[in-house]
């Protein structure tokens, strides 16, 4: 069994490898450190299962998993995060992840997770599912985060914890320009004037 864990901290990737092991000690597991990484480990070989963060730098997951699914892989990719899962859960799934689960997870879910996504299903937990099956009831008001973009989505919650467009553009690889067009989508999409707005915004609907 071949297991690619993407992630760009050592130390999660190492918490992630020793969980692994517990469940499948046999397994052969490769780490990588962004989504290009990642796309190259896939040309290389064939893997078992991919476990790969959305926060990473230059092409970040959800980019990564699109890119994936459009060049034909079937590769069952499980998404891990610190974002909200209620918030993410549903945009990775939709996507073409084939399951969505906090970092902040005990041992015997993580690997249960594996385990059934490995067999061919999709991995959800009773949050998402009920997320799922409220969805469509909903107004367009309390769903307003949703229209955004993957991409816009990312920027939010970097204006969010307080990073300038200089930091952002560099953590993300993308110009100054590209971050202040993408903050102007938010301010106009979500109805905000300022960045102090977009900073509430995310704190009151749990983005951050």
Known sequence: MNILIADDHAIVR???VELIHEGYPVATITEAVNGQQVLDQINKQA???ILMDI???GRNGIETLKQIRANGNKTPILILSAYPEDQYAIRVLKAGASGYLSKEIATD???GAVTRVLSGKKYIS???AEKLATTQTQTQEENLFEILSDREMQI???IASGKTATQIANEISLS???ISTYRARLLEKLSLSNNAELTRYALDNGLV
Do not use: D, H, Y
């Open 14 to 16: 190492k918490g992630l």
């Open 47 to 49: 893997w078992s299962i």
């Open 55 to 57: 926060s990473m730098p």
């Open 156 to 158: 939010l919650q970097l």
């Open 176 to 178: 100054i320009n590209t």
């Open 109 to 111: 879910e993580l690997l």
């Open 126 to 128: 009773a949050a998402v």
